[in-house]
C-alpha cells in the first residue's frame, strides 16, 4: 500500500485516464473491535464499483473486464492488519493503486476520467509526514515520520553505511576514543555523503527534517553538511542509526510537541490579527466562496472537523449523511482548492478555534 505523496505522484494521480477511472474510498480502524468490520465493507465497497460498471452504458465490455480484475488486484494488496484512518483504491484500464490514509474519509465509488484526489491530498497536509535521519561513524539511517510513529525508509542511497576495513566504532567508544573518530578525514566524507543523499531525497520528496546523532557527528554535519545543517532541526541523541523506530519516535517527540504548539500558536494569532484587519472569514459557505475565489492566504482547521453540506444554489447550506447531493468532504475539498491556489494549510487541535466552527482563514484580501 501506497504513503508517501510526493509532488510528482500527486502530478501523477491527477492526469486524465481512459473512461472509466475508479476512485473507491473507505474508513478503516487501527484497532479492534472496529477494524474487524473492515474487510466486509471493503469487499461491499469493491462489489458497488463493480455495479457501477455494469450499469454504465459507457463503458465497454472490454474496458469493464479490464478494471474489474484491477478492483480484485488492489483487493488483494491490501493488508488490513496496517491499515490507518482511511483506505483509497485507484483503478483504471492498465493499472490500480492501494493508499493507506492517516485521515477518515467518506464512503465513495466514483467513476470518472481522473482519480479522486482531494481526500489523499488532505490526509497528507494533516498527516504533516517529515524525515528523520538518523547518523553516526558508520551508518545514516533515514525515517519516515508521520502522525504517531516513524518507519524505516528505504529510498536512495539509505540506508548508508560504511565501508572501510577494520572499523570498529564499538570498539572505538570502549576504548575512549570516540570523539576523536569524528575528526577523522574518512568520517567527514561519510558524513558529508549522508547529506548530499539527504538533499537528493528532499528535492523529491520535501519534507521537515530533523536529524539525530552524537552531539559530535551534529557538529560535524554543522560545519560540513548542506541541507541536514541549514534546513534541519538537530536532535542530539546517538544510537539510533542502529536504533528501532520505537526508540526513535520517542527522541524526536517532545521536539514535535513543542513545534507543534509553537505552530498552534502562531496560527491563533494570525487570525486574531487578521480579525482587527478585517482579513478573517470562518463558516463553511464563506471559506468554500474564498477558496475558490483564491482568497485564501491560510488556512486553520481542527484535527477532526467535518459536516456534510449541499449546495442550495449561492450558498451551501448543512444536510445530514446520506442527503440526496450532499458533500461529504468539503472540508477537504475546501482544503485541496486552498492548497491549489498557494494558501498555506495548518491542522489545529480540536476546540482551538472557538467560535469559528472548526475551520477559519486569513484572507489576502
Not at 119 to 125: D, E, I, K, P
Not at 274 to 299: N, P, T
Not at 314 to 340: K, P
Request: charged share 30%; proline share 6%.
Amino acid at each position: 500500500m501506497e504513503h508517501d505523496l510526493s509532488p510528482a505522484t500527486l502530478a501523477e494521480l491527477r492526469r486524465p485516464r481512459p473512461y472509466p477511472a475508479v476512485s473507491l474510498l473507505t474508513p478503516t480502524h487501527r484497532r479492534d473491535p472496529l477494524n474487524t468490520q473492515d474487510a466486509v465493507r471493503l469487499r461491499n465497497m469493491v462489489a458497488e464499483a463493480k455495479k457501477k460498471l455494469e450499469a454504465d452504458p459507457a463503458v465497454t465490455r472490454d474496458r469493464r473486464a479490464d478494471v474489474a480484475r484491477q478492483l480484485d488486484e488492489a483487493l488483494a494488496e491490501v493488508d488490513l492488519s496496517h491499515t490507518e484512518d482511511g483506505l483509497a483504491i485507484f483503478a483504471a484500464p492498465g493499472e490500480h493503486q492501494v493508499w493507506s490514509l492517516a485521515r477518515s474519509v467518506p464512503e465513495r465509488v466514483v467513476l470518472a476520467d481522473t482519480f479522486l484526489t482531494r481526500n489523499l491530498v488532505s490526509a497528507h497536509t494533516a498527516e504533516q509526514p517529515f524525515w528523520v535521519l538518523s547518523v553516526s561513524a558508520d551508518r545514516a539511517t533515514l525515517w519516515s515520520g508521520g502522525v504517531d510513529r516513524v518507519t524505516e525508509e528505504r529510498i536512495g542511497a539509505f540506508p548508508l553505511v560504511r565501508q572501510q576495513p577494520n572499523f570498529d566504532p564499538e570498539r572505538q567508544e570502549r576504548a575512549g576514543d570516540q570523539p576523536s573518530n569524528f575528526r577523522d578525514e574518512d568520517t567527514r566524507r561519510f558524513l558529508r555523503e549522508a547529506d548530499t543523499a539527504m538533499g537528493a531525497v528532499l528535492r523529491h520528496h520535501p519534507r521537515p527534517l530533523y536529524v539525530t546523532g552524537d552531539p559530535a557527528a551534529l557538529s560535524l554535519l554543522g560545519e560540513a553538511g548542506s541541507v541536514t545543517a541549514k534546513d534541519a532541526v538537530h536532535v542530539p541523541h546517538g544510537g539510533l542509526a542502529h536504533g528501532t523506530p520505537q526508540a526513535v519516535w520517542q527522541a524526536v517527540l517532545p521536539v514535535l510537541e513543542d513545534e507543534a504548539r509553537k505552530r498552534t500558536e502562531d496560527v491563533a494569532r494570525s487570525l486574531e490579527s487578521a480579525r482587527g484587519r478585517k482579513e478573517f472569514a470562518a463558516g463553511v459557505d464563506e471559506l468554500w466562496q474564498s477558496a475558490r475565489e483564491g482568497r485564501v492566504r491560510l488556512l486553520a482547521v481542527e484535527e477532526n472537523y467535518r459536516i456534510t453540506v449541499r449546495d442550495a444554489g449561492e450558498h451551501l447550506i448543512v444536510a445530514e449523511d446520506g442527503d440526496l447531493d450532499a458533500r461529504e468532504d468539503i472540508v477537504d475539498e475546501i482544503v485541496e482548492q486552498c492548497l491549489e491556489t498557494g494558501a498555506e494549510v495548518r491542522f489545529v487541535p480540536d476546540g482551538t478555534l472557538g467560535d469559528a466552527d472548526g475551520m477559519a482563514a486569513v484572507l489576502r484580501y
